[in-house]
């Protein structure tokens, strides 16, 4: 088995201000992802790599960056929070095949003051 | 492009009912589709996943089967407990060629059983 860990649990920020989540698995997956979850709203995927160095954008990539400098780890940044902002950002990791399951961390909490 | 439809936000139980979630998708490609379940505070975990046509897949006392003629993938369990209070989604992954394991979710359903 593996396991996905995402840092920090929870993280509050100031308008305007730049945030960095970051995620680490040891699956040994090619593929991970970062979605946002709104209540109501489902899973909205921001960013997708298929492998290291590798970029790809999702539904919801504006105001966002995300960088895969190792197969292991994949890190978002809200580039200038907005106000009110309350979500959850849930990491995942897969092999590279539409067959193949998600698996998730456990979500950082996030809420811009 | 592709889409998963849950039609309920919402499904409120007793204890001992069945159970029935609305899972519809469209899609011009061939597909998985995979039911995921997320408790309080916990992160999203699959519960079922299929390709097949017309075959029931079976997982933890919930099945679904899938309906390409219909493009539905419902999920069921003959009999609501309380520990299946959760968040579910309907996922679609699709194949292009280009084979990135990329889901479109649904945007879920809220499962409340109460004694």
């Known amino acids: 088995g593996g396991i996905i860990t995402q840092t920090p649990k929870f993280l509050i920020g100031q308008e305007g201000q730049k945030l960095t989540l970051k995620c680490q698995q040891n699956?040994?997956?090619?593929?991970m992802y970062w979605y946002r979850q709104d209540s109501g709203k489902g899973l909205r995927l921001i960013y997708y790599s298929i492998t290291e160095n590798d970029l790809q954008k999702g539904d919801l990539s504006e105001g966002y960056d995300a960088s895969r400098e190792k197969k292991s780890s994949f890190s978002l940044t809200v580039t200038s929070a907005q106000k009110n902002e309350m979500a959850v950002f849930l990491c995942a990791s897969s092999w590279w095949a539409y067959s193949y399951e998600q698996y998730f961390g456990p979500g950082t909490r996030l809420t811009v003051l | 492009g592709d889409s998963v439809t849950q039609t309920e936000g919402l499904v409120t139980l007793t204890e001992g009912l069945p159970v029935m979630l609305n899972c519809t998708y469209q899609t011009a490609y061939s597909t998985f589709l995979f039911w995921y379940v997320q408790h309080l505070n916990e992160a999203p975990k699959l519960l079922l996943k299929s390709s097949t046509d017309n075959k029931r897949t079976e997982h933890q006392g919930f099945h679904a089967t899938l309906h390409k003629s219909s493009s539905s993938f419902h999920l069921q369990k003959s009999s609501a407990q309380l520990s299946d209070s959760a968040l579910y989604y309907c996922?679609?992954?699709?194949?292009?060629?280009?084979?990135?394991?990329?889901?479109?979710f649904g945007h879920g359903t809220i499962l409340r059983v109460h004694p």
């Open positions: 996922a679609l992954s699709v194949n292009t060629g280009a084979n990135t394991g990329k889901l479109t």
């Open positions: 699956f040994n997956h090619d593929t």
